[in-house]
Nanobody, 115 residues
Framework: QVQLVESGGGLVQAGGSLRLSCAAS????????MGWYRQAPGKQRELVATIFRTSSTNYADSVKGRFTISRDNAKNTVYLQMNSLKPEDTAVYYC?????????WGQGTQVTVSS
């Protein structure tokens, strides 16, 4: 059975950095993209960053220049490096894999940025 295990969340001061990791176990077929979403209290879940099969990437405007998504295919792991963190980055962050015949989600990891 496929499982996604997230780590790296925590509490950090504004201007600090965190690196999120999402390690996948089990057999996942036909991966089209891997990405990170986040959801703050009272807000809808939003797409933060995506890395595609071609290794091209997309970022939400709010994080461009500060966040970097990457992957290690040998380790079946996707990362999100978050620099220059702001209080508005506070949210639960979710790893997502677009595969076949279904999508997969991590359990979520809390990121809290203090002012």
């Amino acid at each position: 059975q496929v499982q996604l295990v997230e780590s790296g969340g925590g509490l950090v001061q504004a201007g600090g950095s965190l690196r999120l990791s999402c390690a996948a176990s089990g057999s996942i077929s036909n991966i089209n993209a891997m990405g990170w979403y986040r959801q703050a209290p009272g807000k809808q879940r939003e797409l933060v960053a995506t890395i595609f099969r071609t290794s091209s990437t997309n970022y939400a405007d709010s994080v461009k220049g500060r966040f970097t998504i990457s992957r290690d295919n040998a380790k079946n792991t996707v990362y999100l490096q978050m620099n220059s963190l702001k209080p508005e980055d506070t949210a639960v962050y979710y790893c997502n894999i677009k595969g076949w015949p279904r999508d997969y989600w991590g359990q979520g990891t809390q990121v809290t940025v203090s002012s």
